[in-house]
């Protein structure tokens, strides 16, 4: 029951977030499909300085990957009351997998594809791109792939 309602509450934090960012949709550029990123990037909005693949990129992806790992740790040694290793790695795993999902599913695929206010002006005409659900659903797969080195961070929060 205490994972249900954490999910819940989890799911809940992190539409609030994305509701927040959803403000100014050029911000989260890198969030939407590649094809509306360059006529982004055609149209000047977006901010060289912020492009995937430069070492400043990957810092604050490696950055994040701790934080949340040392989040989910207390989170689950507290909350859930793991006391080893490998309850902390697959508990963390599993809230991470069920935000993931819920991010994938709920915000991107159902409200982000099919809200005008994440359109950004002069992509109005990429309807077939903003209903590309293909790519949230790969970002999914890559962000369980992310999971994992933050569960593991979780796992040795557990055990301090």
Known sequence: MTFLIESII??????LFVFLMSRNPIK?????????????????LVDAGNRPGGAA????????ILIFGVLLG???????????YWCGVLTAYALWCVVNWFD?????????????????????DMVADYHD???????SLIGMLLAIPAAL???LIVIL
């Open 10 to 15: 989890a799911c809940a934090v992190f539409t």
């Open 28 to 44: 989260s550029i890198y969030n939407y499909p590649p094809a509306i990123v360059r006529r982004c990037d055609e149209l000047g």
């Open 57 to 64: 990129f990957y810092a604050k992806k490696t950055f994040a």
């Open 74 to 84: 207390l989170l689950v040694k507290y909350v859930n009351g793991c006391q080893t």
């Open 104 to 124: 994938a599913i709920v915000l991107d695929c159902i409200w982000f594809c099919h809200d005008k206010h994440f359109v950004i002006p002069g992509t109005e």
């Open 133 to 139: 659900y293909w790519f949230h659903i790969k970002g």
């Open 153 to 155: 961070i979780a796992g």
